[in-house]
């Protein structure tokens, strides 16, 4: 399997709603990434898990919020967002950090998140 | 921490054309140059990529070069179709980092 995998594909929630993205990977990658995306931008890191340990927080506001709860699953739970936050959250992983390899990105499709 | 400008933001050509994006970076020990191609609407997927000890690689009708001396590298895409009609980014892997940083990207428009 070389995919990584997110639901849902599209998420509509408004303000006070809490939910939560998944994302699945099962390449044995041991760095799991979220991003943030605007139409036609750069993808914008937002989380990054090392060996499921949180090793980068690009200050994003606390309602967002990681977990990893093993080597295959990333989630992100949303809180309190803001209309400004709606945008495509990709998921990405490579291989562990630290290795020889070359650590290319593998991305999943993305979840496209609507904030009413 | 690097830097990475990319450059046309915007590159519109006729098909059978020739298409060439230009990025440059700033950290002299990045050694990793990855090329994604997004379509609208999905996932950014990476089309080539380039290592710091190798100036040039092809791949069908793409290929990158990497001058390291000048800190910049080019996407060539030749014989443009309209399925090529994408945005495009390049990345710069700085050195002891694992994680890429990206240029703004370019908007690739093939017209039939």
């Known amino acids: 399997d070389t995919e990584v995998t997110q639901t849902p594909k599209h998420l509509v929630m408004g303000m006070t709603n809490k939910k939560s993205l998944k994302c699945e990977q099962h390449m044995g990658h041991r760095a799991m990434y979220w991003y943030k995306q605007k139409a036609k931008k750069p993808p914008e890191l937002m989380f990054v898990?090392?060996?499921?340990?949180?090793?980068i927080n690009e200050s994003v506001p606390s309602r967002f919020s990681p977990e990893c709860p093993n080597s295959s699953l990333l989630n992100l739970h949303l809180h309190a967002l803001q209309p400004e936050d709606s945008a495509l959250y990709l998921c990405?992983?490579?291989?562990?950090?630290?290795?020889?390899?070359?650590?290319?990105?593998?991305f999943g499709p993305g979840t496209r998140l609507t904030v009413l | 921490g690097e830097n990475v400008e990319q450059h046309p933001s915007t590159l519109s050509v006729q098909e059978g054309d020739s298409a060439v994006i230009k990025c440059t970076y700033s950290d002299s020990a990045s050694n990793y140059f990855p090329w994604y191609k997004q379509e609208l609407g999905k996932r950014p997927q990476l089309i080539i990529d380039?290592?710091?000890?190798?100036g040039e690689k092809k791949d069908q009708r793409i290929a990158v070069t990497l001058n390291k001396t000048a800190k910049h590298f080019s996407l060539h895409i030749t014989e443009t179709q309209p399925e090529d009609s994408a945005v495009y980014f390049c990345a710069a892997r700085p050195g002891g980092s694992y994680i890429p940083t990206f240029g703004r990207g370019t908007s690739l428009i093939v017209h039939p």
């Open positions: 898990y090392s060996y499921e340990k949180l090793s």
């Open positions: 380039i290592r710091s000890n190798v």
């Open positions: 990405a992983s490579s291989q562990a950090p630290g290795t020889s390899a070359d650590n290319e990105q593998f």
